[in-house]
């Protein structure tokens, strides 16, 4: 049998075989135990952290009829057939290649055929974010209703490149980078098996040059074997991932921090004589600082990860201030930025060292020539400034204030006289309150974070400062912190016919608009309940005098002649 690499030999087979998954593992796995099964999933997360394996791992627990806790047996025709991709009824394509429309009418054209091996048909699309727009557009309706014999996985690194509909009809997982620790304790593991020798330290520089990928990981793993005479041994981890070591590290920035700037020119030029890739040799410097920084604060933690401290790690550490670390980090920085546009990269490197030696120099050139000429005397006289500068800020703001609160006196009274520009519909916002319900008004309060949600970044921030402070059946009341933002949205046709559609998708219930400021809305409501009430109040009406026969007969007998006269 051929050679296979390490990542395809120990590949994980079940969820627990998964490393640093932890949470999604266990949610698969109880929904698998529960019958609890979506129809769709999206798994995203950086390269080489399990995504197609655990939908692999979901695709043979779906299909497994011995399936214990969610976890596939991995001994019958199902899991074996999955496993060696002999079953059809599983399929995982490369979005990346088949990212036309045409691939993806013939999946849809496929999916309403039951599986013929197995109870589900998996699709599983890899790099899912290479689909072309259309390609996603024909996705679109098969991934919102599929037939219920089938499951969709989507894995992606980059899910910001994926449309918004996509995503809100799958069950989203996100997995993480793994941790340090946990990639050690995986390559030991395997290393044990293997029964082949190695130094700690040699898997923590390869779990380091991973960046939080297993597959990574497992391949610097499988070349760091081939290299070494047996034992794996901190040199050949080090050959192998094109580091440098912490020698070499430690002597360069004590060059820089000793100024010696044809030093550390002479050590940067042997990094790039020995093949360091020049993006590799900053990352490392950069990194090395870090590490600097977190022992001044945490020294345990580094230790921890780093494994071994060399006695020149320390004394930089101790040495160093920390204003001087942030300064080496800015400058690693930026000449990685520039690395990635530049044909020159031993330029940028000479530059780099020359930069951060000879700003060294010229900083401790500067105090040490403050230390010889700044005296107490001067000191003191700068001290006697700052009080001065202090005391003449603080007259300032009071004078600044008392020009204030005179303002304010004088313009109040032209303040209370001044009138906003937006005209209040008096009569439409009566007409809400006269058939204004609590219902209504507590059913658009129980859909309004919904609505919001439908709306676009521009409608929701203008909706956003404003209240619904009524609702009656054929219309609600919005009350507005700002009187500007009462009257965009009042001429905001588009706007409101949004508001409306929303409300009648969410609650079947379409109200007329009516805006109005919201210091306004105290007064309207006084003054309507005001009227209201003297409505309701009974008119003072002179009660019926009692008809006497006399008085009548005399009418009829002389007319408009009569005056009666109450005693």
């Known amino acids: 049998m051929t050679y296979q690499a390490l990542y395809r030999q120990w590949r994980s087979q079940t969820f627990d075989d998964l490393v640093g998954q932890k949470m999604i593992t266990q949610t698969l796995k109880n929904a698998i135990s529960q019958q609890k099964i979506s129809h769709a999933y999206l798994f995203t997360g950086p390269r080489g952290t399990g995504k197609t394996s655990a939908a692999k791992i979901f695709a043979k627990a779906v299909n497994c009829p011995n399936s214990q806790d969610g976890e596939p047996c991995n001994t019958c025709p199902s899991c074996?057939?999955?496993?060696?991709?002999?079953?059809?009824?599983?399929?995982?394509?490369?979005?990346?290649?088949?990212?036309?429309?045409?691939?993806?009418?013939?999946?849809?054209?496929?999916?309403?055929?039951?599986p013929t091996q197995v109870k589900y048909k998996?699709?599983?699309?890899?790099?899912?974010?290479?689909?072309?727009?259309?390609?996603?557009?024909?996705?679109?309706?098969?991934?919102?209703?599929?037939?219920?014999?089938?499951?969709?996985?989507?894995?992606?690194?980059?899910?910001?490149?994926?449309?918004?509909?996509?995503?809100?009809?799958?069950?989203?997982?996100?997995?993480?980078?793994?941790?340090?620790?946990?990639?050690?304790?995986?390559?030991?593991?395997?290393?044990?098996s293997k029964e082949t020798p190695f130094e700690e330290e040699a898997l923590k520089i390869i779990a380091r040059s991973a960046e939080g990928g297993m597959r990574d990981a497992l391949s610097i793993l499988d070349q760091a074997i081939s290299y070494s005479s047996g034992t794996i041994t901190v040199e050949d981890a080090l050959e192998v991932t094109g580091s440098l070591t912490n020698d070499m590290m430690d002597r360069y920035l004590i060059a820089v921090q000793n100024h010696q700037t044809e030093e550390a020119l002479e050590l940067m030029n042997l990094l790039m004589t020995e093949g360091k890739d020049s993006q590799r040799i900053v990352e490392n410097l950069l990194l090395y600082c870090r590490d600097i920084l977190m022992f001044q604060q945490a020294p345990n933690l580094v230790a921890e990860q780093r494994g071994y401290l060399t006695d020149d790690f320390k004394q930089l550490s101790s040495s160093t201030e920390q204003v001087v670390i942030y300064q080496w980090i800015e400058h690693f920085n930026q000449t990685l930025k520039e690395l990635k546009f530049s044909d020159q990269p031993t330029i940028y490197l000479e530059i780099l060292s020359i930069k951060l030696a000879t700003r060294q120099a010229k900083m401790i050139s500067?105090?040490?020539?403050?230390?010889?000429?700044?005296?107490?005397?001067?000191?003191?006289?700068?001290?006697?400034?700052?009080?001065?500068?202090?005391?003449?800020?603080?007259?300032?703001?009071?004078?600044?204030?008392?020009?204030?609160?005179?303002?304010?006196?004088?313009?109040?009274?032209?303040?209370?006289?001044?009138?906003?520009?937006?005209?209040?519909?008096?009569?439409?916002?009566?007409?809400?309150?006269?058939?204004?319900?609590?219902?209504?008004?507590?059913?658009?309060?129980?859909?309004?974070?919904?609505?919001?949600?439908?709306?676009?970044?521009?409608?929701?921030?203008?909706?956003?400062?404003?209240?619904?402070?009524?609702?009656?059946?054929?219309?609600?009341?919005?009350?507005?912190?700002?009187?500007?933002?009462?009257?965009?949205?009042?001429?905001?046709?588009?706007?409101?016919?949004?508001?409306?559609?929303?409300?009648?998708?969410?609650i079947q219930y379409e109200p007329e608009l009516i805006t109005i400021p919201k210091n306004e809305w105290g007064t309207l409501r006084k003054n309507y309940i005001n009227q209201m009430n003297d409505q309701d109040m009974p008119r003072d009406e002179t009660p019926p005098t009692q008809r006497n026969p006399i008085v009548d007969e005399a009418k009829e007998l002389f007319g408009s002649l009569v005056d009666v006269v109450d005693d």
């Open 366 to 506: 500067e105090s040490s020539d403050g230390d010889g000429g700044a005296s107490s005397v001067e000191f003191e006289r700068l001290q006697m400034k700052v009080t001065e500068l202090e005391q003449l800020i603080q007259e300032l703001k009071k004078s600044i204030s008392q020009t204030a609160v005179t303002q304010t006196k004088t313009s109040e009274p032209k303040r209370t006289k001044k009138t906003g520009s937006y005209r209040v519909p008096v009569e439409a916002v009566y007409g809400v309150l006269s058939a204004a319900t609590k219902e209504h008004l507590e059913r658009v309060h129980d859909a309004w974070e919904e609505l919001m949600s439908m709306l676009s970044v521009t409608q929701r921030a203008l909706v956003k400062a404003s209240e619904v402070v009524a609702a009656s059946p054929k219309g609600i009341v919005m009350a507005f912190d700002y009187e500007i933002l009462c009257q965009k949205v009042n001429q905001d046709v588009e706007l409101q016919q949004t508001i409306r559609q929303g409300m009648n998708r969410l």
């Open 122 to 192: 998996v699709y599983i699309i890899d790099e899912v974010h290479m689909l072309s727009t259309g390609a996603f557009n024909a996705l679109l309706k098969t991934l919102e209703e599929p037939p219920e014999h089938v499951i969709f996985i989507l894995a992606t690194t980059e899910p910001h490149k994926i449309p918004a509909t996509i995503i809100s009809r799958t069950q989203r997982f996100d997995f993480k980078r793994i941790t340090l620790s946990e990639i050690e304790a995986h390559l030991k593991a395997i290393l044990e």
């Open 80 to 114: 074996i057939g999955i496993t060696d991709g002999s079953i059809n009824d599983v399929l995982e394509i490369d979005a990346a290649s088949n990212n036309g429309v045409e691939e993806i009418r013939d999946i849809r054209d496929k999916v309403k055929y039951a």
